[in-house]
């Protein structure tokens, strides 16, 4: 790795808690399956947090680089492994992952993405706006574009003047089954394929 990438990679791991407000309206918004989970970004677990208070039905793998995070990702109930996501597993789990949801660290929004698609069928992104600006950046979103866009309330969810929006990756827009809970019924359209709405 060179000494660039090094620098950028160590520098780009600052923990923003992703507001449990936040992730309801993601919830709200867009259908995801029950199933493997995996938020490769799981800081001290709060995305993980939030999805519980709508549905316990979720088997979770969780990623973190700093390791005092370790304690309250475990009291999540997730398979914890404390490690640089991108070089390493995510599906800790037997099962295959479902669904990767994680707000990654802005520099590395690209390669997050793209190894997310590789991961999983379904892919939920808390992003910078002003991360996606770089020409590189518009085309890797012009040549695979999100299905599905959640402006979380208030809109734009701000930090520090920073602007955020839920990009969403593998929802076809149809009707779907839902169980109590608001989760796509694995039954349904959504399980396995890969589709929401």
Request: hydrophobic share 45%; with cysteine.
């Amino acid at each position: 790795m060179s000494a660039v990438k090094t620098l950028e990679r160590s520098t780009a791991w600052d923990l923003y808690p992703t507001p449990h407000w936040c992730v309801q309206r993601l919830l709200d918004e867009a259908s995801f399956p029950r199933g493997h989970w995996c938020d490769p970004c799981a800081g001290s677990g709060h995305i993980i947090d939030a999805v519980a208070e709508v549905s316990r039905f979720i088997a979770w793998s969780a990623i973190e680089i700093r390791p005092q995070c370790r304690a309250s990702l475990i009291e999540s109930g997730a398979e914890v492994l404390i490690a640089d996501a991108l070089d390493s597993p995510w599906q800790l789990r037997p099962e295959p992952l479902d669904v990767v949801i994680a707000e990654p660290p802005s520099p590395l929004v690209e390669a997050f993405l793209a190894r997310a698609r590789e991961e999983a069928p379904i892919v939920a992104l808390l992003v910078r706006l002003e991360a996606i600006a770089p020409a590189r950046r518009a085309e890797m979103f012009r040549t695979m574009p999100p299905d599905q866009v959640v402006v979380p309330h208030p809109p734009p969810f701000s930090v520090e003047r920073r602007e955020y929006v839920w990009f969403v990756w593998g929802q076809e827009r149809r009707a779907v089954h839902r169980t109590e809970d608001g989760f796509a019924d694995p039954a349904g359209a959504l399980h396995g394929d890969g589709g929401a709405s």
